[in-house]
């Protein structure tokens, strides 16, 4: 079994109005707990990872650890590149079996952003990985991705119909007010947008910065073209404070098959309710 792209289950997640949840998983306990979840609960899933992860974890571990997840489970799932800017290194990696990449050249000038993704959609293409790239700004942390609020910038509407047209990528990561890591207030989402974004390009949409966002506002956001909902912060903050509090408890604990067990059912909780969230349980 091997890693698919990302492009038919966001087809079919807009097609029938439910969303597709991406989590960022770290090492084997992380991927487990994905997994077997989404298999669990029959629902599609994409594990993505940054480029430190990567680097932390190691690349080949990480395709090989999914590629026999997929085969034992026999539960074809997409392996993504979150946040990947590095054109050389996303090349390898799509060598190395990777068939789901984020290119995200949104800190770059409009016309240089197209010339990037567009190079990058010809190649991955000729691998049948599936595209995604950003317009407009997140701000907030990503592991090394930190973009202050002033940098931040929404995703223009008309701008982005011309991007999807002129880049050919299969999925758009949208700007409209989410963030990555903690939210300081209640989060504001600006549905008129993503609704106008909506109206002018049919390629699936995607939520980045979906730790912390209300059930009520995924939702929505849902309801008017999301089709990927990423989340990372909630997944780890679940996972290190169960397995701060199991230390609490047990001082003297030392080994990892033990005090792992608590951190990966408060991480797979979390997992089961964005599921749950997305609407794409049973979606398999
Ligand atoms: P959060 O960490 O805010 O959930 O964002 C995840 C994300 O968007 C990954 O690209």
């Known amino acids: 079994m091997y890693l698919i792209s990302s492009q038919e289950m966001l087809k079919k997640a807009q097609r029938e109005k439910y969303a597709v949840p991406a989590f960022n998983i770290h ?3 992380t991927i487990q707990v994905v997994v077997d979840t989404a298999k669990k609960m029959e629902s599609p899933v994409i ?5 430190s992860t990567y680097q932390y974890a190691g690349t080949p571990y ?4 999914c590629k026999t997840a997929a085969q034992m489970l026999r539960f074809p799932f997409a392996l993504h590149l979150d946040h990947h800017e590095n054109i050389s290194d996303i090349k390898e990696k799509i ?3 990777i068939r789901s990449i984020m290119i995200d050249a949104s800190h770059h000038p409009y016309e240089e952003n197209i010339e990037i993704v567009k190079k990058m959609v010809e190649f991955s293409h000729q691998y049948n990985a599936s595209v995604e790239a950003e317009l407009g700004r997140l701000g907030g942390q990503e592991d090394d991705l930190i973009v202050e ?3 931040s910038a929404f995703t223009d509407p008309d701008a982005a119909k011309a991007y999807v047209e002129r880049t050919g990528i299969d999925s758009l990561a949208v700007a409209i007010g989410s963030a990555h890591g903690l939210y300081k207030g209640e989060p504001k989402l600006d549905f008129e947008r993503l609704a106008k974004i909506r109206n002018k ?3 699936p949409l995607v939520l980045h910065g979906a730790s912390g966002i209300p ?6 956001s849902i309801s008017l073209g999301i089709c990927k909902v990423n989340v990372a912060t909630e997944l780890k903050i679940a996972f290190s404070d169960a397995l701060k509090l199991d230390f609490n408890h047990h001082p003297d604990a030392n080994d990892p098959r033990h005090y792992m067990q608590p951190a990966k059912l408060a991480m ?11 609407g794409s349980a049973g979606k398999l």
């Open 215 to 220: 059930e009520v506002m995924v939702k929505k």
């Open 201 to 203: 390009v049919d390629i």
């Open 27 to 29: 090492n084997l306990e």
């Open 95 to 97: 060598e190395a079996g």
């Open 62 to 65: 990480l395709i090989n650890i």
């Open 47 to 51: 594990l993505a990872a940054t480029p």
């Open 268 to 278: 797979a909780k979390i997992v089961e309710e964005k599921i749950r969230i997305c």
């Open 149 to 151: 609020d002033k940098e």
